[in-house]
């Protein structure tokens, strides 16, 4: 199994549908976070959360919500989705202990709303 | 806002060259990585080198920074076809947040 695991791969989703992309991690981590990534844009942080009681907005938060179920669950929210939430999401997982910062990123999401 | 910016955006070349990626950021950094990303995946850590580091190697990646030129560069050896993928620099700003901005890549083509 993959160690930050994300569902669904591809979904498309009509203009004002409400729709939740989810995370799951194995890996342990502390911290998880939300991306989303445009062609030519690179990837912008959605969502961030150090820890199950922790939830901050990121670069671009509006129009999106989370929630951190578990440790190991991190989900995204699009409360009513617009042609613009269009892009791929990544959801990514990182632990600063023994000094290793690299993220471990999931498969990725593509969403398309229509 | 974005921090890093990549340079070139794109690059071509011939398996057996080297492939020299730069990225330049604006604030102070604790940090910067460097991620590969093959097409549509999730990208992937290749190495991290920390603001008091000067050069650092991991099998044919050899990276550099110069904080005073806010400035890092990545180079590839003897480039192989498997290596055609985007390649993102990311930094860990010195502000206490404590997340990672990336830039927007450079996609690099490695041809037989």
């Known amino acids: 199994d993959a160690d930050v695991t994300q569902t669904p791969r591809n979904r498309i989703t009509k203009t004002g549908k409400r729709i939740m992309l989810e995370c799951s991690q194995t890996?342990?981590?502390?911290?998880m976070y939300w991306y989303r990534q445009d062609p030519g844009l690179g990837l912008r942080l959605i969502y961030y959360s150090f820890d199950v009681k922790d939830i901050n907005k990121g670069e671009i938060s509006d129009g999106y919500s989370v929630s951190r179920q578990a440790q190991a669950k991190f989900s995204l929210s699009l409360e009513s989705a617009i042609p613009n939430q269009t892009a791929l999401y990544f959801c990514?997982?990182?632990?600063?202990?023994?000094?290793?910062?690299?993220?471990?990123f999931g498969s990725g999401t593509r969403l398309t709303v229509v | 806002s974005q921090q890093g910016e990549e340079d070139p955006q794109a690059l071509s070349i011939q398996e057996g060259e080297n492939a020299t990626m730069n990225c330049s950021y604006k604030t102070s950094i604790n940090n910067l990585q460097w991620y590969r990303q093959n097409s549509g995946r999730g990208l992937v850590h290749l190495i991290l080198i920390r603001s008091n580091e000067r050069e650092k190697h991991s099998g044919r990646l050899r990276v550099t920074l110069d904080t005073s030129k806010k400035s890092s560069s990545l180079l590839i050896t003897a480039s192989r076809a498997a290596d055609t993928a985007s390649y993102f620099c990311a930094t860990d700003e010195d502000s206490g947040y404590s997340t990672l901005t990336f830039g927007k890549g450079t996609m690099l083509l490695v041809s037989p």
């Open positions: 890996k342990g981590h502390d911290r």
């Open positions: 990514a997982t990182s632990d600063y202990s023994g000094g290793n910062y690299g993220y471990t």
